[in-house]
């Protein structure tokens, strides 16, 4: 063989390919012209935006109430068959494997910052001294879930100058906790009294400040928790100023929850506002009765979520809170308010059946994976919120956020965790009164419990605010979070106590890193 | 919103060459090897939160892209008679791409259908190719429950195969024998992965009674029950080899035939004759947009149209 010719060829080349300076064009700004204002932003159009943001937050069963609750031993979203499948999506929140990747805790953190940065862009723009009071309560409502869950709050002081340029600051933990709670005590002075349906008021933030004092401990140490008495007190002393207000436990434990509870609940601190005729409250509390409800019941459900048979096993039969009749709903659709368990009726005292032709006989056992004949029966059902018959989007039922029971419950965790007792009002003046005041109330109707101590706090908040989105805090509060519960047999590992930081924030903002474990 | 420090990506080339000639020139031969960096990968992003609603913005990632490989390139004048010649050219290309320096990660590839809600199957992230595929791990149906059986019970993804194809193989002959000419060019690659995300939800087990449902599915020796969940899984990742038939033309070349038509060709073209592949979709050559947020996803199947195959007969006169 004979090579004809041997070329070799050797080249290095770093190549620059910059011709023009990049211009990037305008596509989305918040201009006066575009907030409705001829001149000048138009403010209260601003304010109204900030309180809408929490909307797709809190009236979805896919973002907070999801993060908090299946989570939890009080929720279950298992799947059935090829329904509710969503890849795991739900399943591994409650078998506490989520990753960085989650979709919904992704999308949860994301939506919690455009609500900050909503409420920071009404402080930007000249607002009334309410108006300003408002937006602060708005942007610490917004701060508070991100460093319940994630501990590392990104926080923008302002929403003008460049924000491309300049990234979030983070805080973290106690200090994120000091700084919520230094904004609504600026708050507090220009809020407004009175019940806050739909507005942000001195209650709504003392409410929101006794979260905060209660979880401080949390904050700073999640894994063992140390509670300060001075932060107890302010629990108490908060909730005896709430509790000095016309709030009562009323006639109807389910009344704070109706289609009309912004006029029947007498409980109701704080709500996220739903009213069909003014087109506010995005679906409304409908996801909270339509995730369990079946799909041959009156509403049509979606056939999805439970709660768990070790949980509803925490009630007494007579405890009104599991469940009875409710008029507006049991002789509408023949359903019960509360929980579902066995054979369900329709209002004409007909038995339903499933779409197999089954009983539709909701049982106290569920699996993660359903897929037997039963698979659209198993599980006990929840209804908390009466379903809406006259309007379906958006329900009219408000959202609850904040009410009587869980500040008279906080109040009462917050002595037994060292604070000191207070007597006022008619709740009594020791953990065990306060306790036993809300049990022995004709709402309630069960016995006082003999003594009352952290455990007995701990489970008589999950029958009372069950379902409302309190549990995964109350549980890492407890120190219950971790440990092996029904459909959970493992204990999980620490790094549990936080989400992780969304893979879409770290790769935005690098003052953001993963939390530990992760 | 503008992103004032915007820049131009920056690529670093490095080719080192080698070209020769042998059996008297007949047969030409060329090696290079390349390395490309590529870094400020521009990159269209959500805002850092919080700030703006879904604002979106052009930055450059702190990440670098490297890809490097071989191309190897072999003509050969095999024949070159009067009235047969023959020449034969041989194309091939061996390549690793790598993403590094990302901090965090990207999803794309999402996946459409019943059951896919929020479903993805590939990513961006450092220490792996782009798209690399990140998956739950299929280990079969089982043959009691007639369920799918996933490594940790489906609850846990892993980073996997690779969506970009590792070889790229062109081949081409021309060949002419007295009036008789005949040109076939072929193409392929080798190496990567490809979704079905149209097995997964277009022809799942469930539409059974209902609508089509994947032969493979109904002979299948393990049934699989009707509540089996659709899943994305490795189960629908298939491996895209294939070699294509991409187009071939027979020539006949007249010549003159009157006095006024000097010149008389005709010649019959077919393009995408045949594939060879096990690919099960329509066409192995496939790539259905199925971004996330704008990085784009890579090899997803799902319902495209499926590739056409043409004939052509052509006359061609000359005046």
């Known amino acids: ?518 | 919103m503008g992103n004032p420090d915007l820049k131009w990506e920056t690529s670093a080339t490095t080719n080192i060459g080698l070209d020769f000639g042998l059996l008297k020139r007949k047969v030409n031969v060329s090696v290079d090897y390349f390395s490309k960096l590529t870094e400020d990968v521009l990159f269209e992003l959500s805002f850092p939160v919080p700030g703006g609603s879904s604002a979106r913005i052009w930055k450059n990632l702190p990440a670098t892209i490297k890809n490097s490989g071989i191309e190897l390139a072999v003509n050969a004048n095999l024949v070159s008679k009067t009235d047969f010649s023959w020449n034969l050219g041989f194309n091939a290309t061996f390549l690793k791409n790598m993403l590094e320096g990302l901090n965090g990660t990207y999803n794309t590839g999402a996946l459409h259908g019943q059951g896919t809600t929020g479903a993805y199957v590939q990513k961006l992230a450092s220490g792996y190719p782009l798209n690399v595929y990140y998956l739950r791990e299929y280990m079969g149906i089982d043959k009691t429950t007639g369920q799918s059986v996933y490594k940790e019970d489906g609850d846990v993804s892993y980073f996997g195969k690779d969506a970009n194809p590792r070889t790229l193989l062109g081949l081409s002959s021309e060949m002419s024998y007295k009036k008789f000419g005949l040109v076939i060019n072929m193409n392929g690659a080798m190496g990567h992965y490809l979704y079905n995300n149209t097995a997964q939800s277009v022809v799942p087990i469930t539409n059974l009674g209902s609508r089509n449902v994947a032969s493979s599915l109904v002979s299948a020796s393990v049934r699989e029950d009707l509540s089996n969940p659709i899943t994305s899984s490795t189960r629908f990742l298939e491996k895209g080899n294939y070699m294509k038939m991409a187009n071939m033309t027979l020539s006949y070349d007249l010549g003159r035939i009157t006095k006024f038509v000097k010149g008389a060709r005709v010649s019959l073209t077919g393009q995408n004759l045949f594939v060879i592949t096990k690919f099960t979709g329509f066409d192995p050559e496939v790539n259905v947009d199925k971004n996330i947020g704008g990085i784009p996803s890579n090899g997803i199947e799902y319902i495209p149209y499926p590739t056409a195959r043409r004939f052509q007969l052509n006359f061609n006169f000359s005046l």
């Open chain 1, 1 to 518: 063989m004979k090579y004809g010719k041997v070329m070799l060829v050797a080249s290095a080349v770093l190549s620059l390919t910059a011709c023009t300076k990049l211009d990037e064009k305008l596509k989305s700004e918040t201009t006066s012209g575009n907030t409705g204002g001829s001149g000048s932003v138009n403010v209260s159009a601003l304010l109204v935006g900030a309180y809408r943001s929490f909307e797709g937050l809190y009236m979805d069963q896919a973002r907070i109430w999801a993060a908090q609750e299946h989570s939890s031993d009080e929720a279950v979203g298992p799947t059935r068959g090829g329904d509710w499948d969503d890849n795991g999506i739900w399943r591994v929140y409650h078998n506490h494997k989520w990753t960085a990747d989650h979709d919904f805790l992704t999308a949860t953190f994301r939506q919690l910052a455009q609500s900050q940065f909503a409420a920071t862009t009404v402080l930007d723009n000249n607002p009334s001294a309410q108006q300003a009071a408002e937006a602060k309560f708005l942007r610490a409502f917004a701060m508070w879930p991100v460093l319940d869950c994630w501990d590392q709050v990104p926080y923008r002081p302002t929403s003008t100058g460049d924000l491309t340029t300049t990234l979030p600051e983070v805080k973290k933990g106690t200090a994120a906790a000091d700084f919520i709670i230094s904004e609504l005590n600026a708050a507090i002075p220009n809020l407004p009294s009175g019940r806050g349906l739909g507005i942000a008021t001195k209650d709504a933030a003392r409410a929101l400040l006794m979260k905060v004092y209660l979880n401080k401990g949390v904050y700073a140490n999640r894994e063992t928790p140390t509670f300060a008495p001075a932060d107890m007190n302010q629990v108490i002393s908060l909730a005896d100023q709430i509790l000095a207000g016309s709030y009562s436990l009323g006639t109807n434990f389910f009344d704070n929850f109706a289609p009309n509870n912004d006029v029947i609940g007498s409980e109701l601190i704080y709500t996220l506002k739903a009213d069909n005729g003014a087109g506010v409250g995005g679906n409304g509390a409908m996801y909270s009765y339509m995730c369990g409800l079946h799909y041959n019941t009156n509403p049509s459900g979606w056939n999805g979520f439970a709660t768990l048979g070790d949980f509803y096993d925490k009630f007494e039969a007579a405890d009104k809170r599991r469940g009875g009749n409710y008029t507006g709903l049991t002789n509408v659709s023949g359903l019960k308010a509360g929980f579902l368990i066995g054979q369900q009726f329709n209002q004409n005292g007909v038995a339903l059946q499933d779409r197999k032709g089954n009983p539709l006989a909701f049982t106290r056992e569920v699996k993660l994976k359903e897929t037997g004949n039963n698979l659209e029966v198993t599980g006990i059902r929840v209804i908390k919120y009466i379903p809406d018959y006259a309007h379906q989007f958006p329900a009219d039922n408000d959202m609850v956020i904040f009410r009587l029971a869980d500040v008279l419950l906080m109040k009462a965790e917050a002595i037994l965790r060292g604070g000191t007792a207070t007597n006022v009002g008619p709740y009594g003046g020791t953990a065990a009164a306060i306790v036993n005041y809300i049990r022995t109330h004709s709402t309630r109707g069960v016995a006082a419990l003999g003594t009352v101590d952290l455990n007995a706090v701990y489970d008589e908040r999950g029958r009372e605010l069950y379902w409302e989105g309190w549990r995964r805090n109350d549980m890492i509060r407890f120190g219950k979070f971790l440990a092996p519960r029904q459909l959970k047999p493992e204990t999980s590992g620490v790094e549990r106590l936080l989400y992780p930081i969304p893979n879409e924030q770290l790769t935005i903002n690098p003052n953001l890193t993963q939390n530990p474990g992760y």
